[in-house]
């Protein structure tokens, strides 16, 4: 296993529509397992295959207080969503903001696991905003996105200044 390079906002690879996988393989395991180990050496709570500059409809997330309970979504797909949630999101590409997002409260999500098998998930709360925000990425969309033009702006100074201070 090995830990990913996250990408970071505004790289222009966020932006990249991931593609379906065709078939779960050995690759495509191993891509979870580098992905579940970038995520807890991170340390977050979903990370999503393009974060890491792989083009391809991954995600793996894990909310437990315990973090052993990795959830894994191949070709992931929102089947019914309900309810609005006004959460405050962070992201892993978009370290050291927090902004609130409105997304659906519950959803219904049909993936494949790691090892290729069709299942449907009912999730509320956290896993139901992570399952989202996740999603997006593999839309090629980032959280900062859904907010004004302004907060946008003063988001990418910001970054900008922080990454002025670490070079």
Known sequence: MSIL???QYPDPRLHTLAKPVAAVNEQVRKLVADMAETLYAAPGVGLAA???DVHKQVIVID???TR???HTFINPEILASSGVSDCE???LSVPGIFEKVKRAEQVTVRALDREGKLFTLDANGLLSVCIQHEIDHLKG???V???SRLKQ???LNKLKKMQRKIM
Do not use: H, N, P, W
């Open 153 to 155: 702006a003063r988001i």
């Open 5 to 7: 390079r996250i990408l």
């Open 141 to 143: 969309k980032v959280f």
């Open 145 to 147: 996105e859904y907010l």
């Open 63 to 65: 909310i437990s207080e």
């Open 89 to 91: 999101e962070g992201c």
């Open 68 to 70: 052993d309970q990795l």
């Open 50 to 52: 393009t974060q890491v």
